[in-house]
């Protein structure tokens, strides 16, 4: 049971660079989430989805897409990198039919852009 | 609107002596109030959530709807407490998150 599994830990791309990070969990989860995590901004929600084909946006989308074809897939896509968007993303999934309801998080990807 | 407030971004405090870390919450209706942590070079995880009412490493939160706070607290912190905490809050299926209080413990 590998939990949420994110590739690739590192990239640094050139501005208008496009990009998939990729999000994969074992646990059945319906719930999956992508955070950007900035110095000082705590944790920003990009998107969500509440099931495969449903996805929505959080607080900071502009610059990212998503798609959910599968329960265990969330990738997130960047089309045209920008500096702005240098940041650590992790995705996360929860099962709000558990009683716990927490979230589990990958291990993270450090983006740059420069 | 929806709001989780942290209004530490760094918080110092001796070996032994108490930690309060400080989270405020707005939010029309009942939430659920969870505390994260994250370790140096380890995945966030959860530390403790206000509906199971336990303590956890030691810490503990009350839920203050009143006051609209959901505190952490430990009555004697130790090295490997430092660590970011961040305050959350989820009301459907969308976590809110606050900005983070990182905690240091000094030898």
């Known amino acids: 049971n590998a939990g949420v599994t994110q590739t690739p830990k590192f990239r640094i791309l050139k501005i208008g660079q496009s990009m998939t990070l990729q999000c994969t969990q074992d646990m059945n989860h319906n719930y999956m989430y992508w955070y950007r995590q900035d110095p000082g901004m705590g944790l920003k929600l990009i998107y969500y989805?509440?099931?495969?084909?449903?996805?929505d946006k959080g607080e900071v989308p502009n610059g990212y897409n998503v798609s959910r074809s599968t329960t265990e897939d969330f990738p997130l896509r960047l089309e045209l990198a920008a500096p702005s968007q240098t940041s650590v993303y992790f995705c996360?999934?929860?099962?709000?039919?558990?009683?716990?309801?927490?979230?589990?998080f990958g291990s993270g990807t450090q983006l740059s852009v420069l | 609107a929806q709001r989780v407030t942290q209004p530490e971004k760094l918080l110092s405090v001796f070996k032994g002596a108490p930690v309060e870390l400080k989270c405020n919450y707005s939010?029309?209706?009942?939430?659920?109030l969870f505390w994260y942590v994250q370790y140096s070079r380890q995945r966030l995880q959860l530390l403790l959530r206000h509906i199971s009412r336990e303590s956890i490493k030691g810490f503990t939160a009350d839920l203050n709807k009143g006051e609209t706070s959901f505190h952490l607290k430990k009555p004697f912190a130790q090295e490997e407490d430092s660590a970011m905490y961040y305050c959350?809050?989820?009301?459907?299926?969308?976590?809110?998150f606050g900005t983070g209080t990182r905690l240091k413990v000094l030898a």
């Open positions: 939010y029309s209706g009942s939430p659920e």
């Open positions: 996360a999934s929860s099962d709000l039919r558990d009683s716990n309801e927490k979230l589990f």
């Open positions: 989805s509440v099931g495969a084909g449903i996805t």
């Open positions: 959350a809050l989820t009301g459907t299926y969308k976590y809110i």
